[in-house]
């Protein structure tokens, strides 16, 4: 935990300062039940704490307890015990359930989803990608189109070495 404290902290000063116009700290209670310093609870440039959150762009830090979401651009480190939701993400998505548009970087959770794209790494019990650069790693994991690698029980690739594989499946 403190591993963790001390990477927030990291992730939080390399976006500092912000513009005016972006909030640096914000505190949600609920999806929009926001408050921002200075007052811009969609762009946030720093930290976003809360229950659930939703924030149009970030660039740094979201760590909710049931759901964060970034609707069209994040940079840094997402993270929700229940479930993470963002169009772009650059950087991790860590939760019970994380979903993106388009990943570069981790998704680390039980259920992985990447609805167009994934470049990067997918980690849990179930992984999917639309189009997978980079290495599935769970019990099941799905790829329409991969270039990379794909280690777990059932890895399933359209365009992989078999269409569907135990252990390892892949393309490169």
């Known amino acids: 935990m403190k591993k963790l404290a001390v990477l927030a902290a990291l992730l939080v000063a390399a976006v500092l300062p912000a513009s005016a116009d972006t909030g640096v700290v914000k505190l949600s209670l609920w999806d929009d039940m926001a408050i921002a310093a200075p007052n811009n609870i969609h762009d946030i440039k720093g930290l976003d704490l809360g229950i659930g959150s939703k924030t149009a762009t970030l660039s740094g830090v979201q760590f909710d307890f049931l759901f964060a979401q970034t609707e069209y651009e994040m940079?840094?480190?997402?993270?929700?015990?229940?479930?993470?939701?963002?169009n772009q993400v650059k950087g991790a998505q860590?939760?019970?359930?994380?979903?993106?548009?388009?990943?570069?970087?981790?998704?680390?959770?039980?259920?992985?989803?990447?609805?167009?794209?994934?470049?990067?790494?997918?980690?849990?019990?179930?992984?999917?990608?639309?189009?997978?650069?980079?290495?599935?790693?769970?019990?099941?994991?799905?790829?329409?189109?991969?270039?990379?690698?794909?280690?777990?029980?059932?890895?399933i690739a359209e365009n992989g070495w078999f269409p569907a594989m135990v252990l390892v499946n892949g393309r490169f």
């Open 75 to 86: 940079n840094g480190l997402s993270m929700a015990w229940i479930i993470n939701l963002a």
């Open 94 to 155: 860590l939760g019970l359930l994380s979903k993106s548009d388009d990943l570069i970087g981790a998704q680390l959770g039980l259920v992985n989803l990447s609805i167009h794209s994934a470049t990067g790494l997918q980690w849990g019990f179930f992984n999917q990608a639309e189009y997978m650069n980079g290495l599935q790693l769970g019990f099941v994991n799905y790829a329409k189109t991969i270039e990379g690698l794909q280690i777990g029980l059932l890895n």
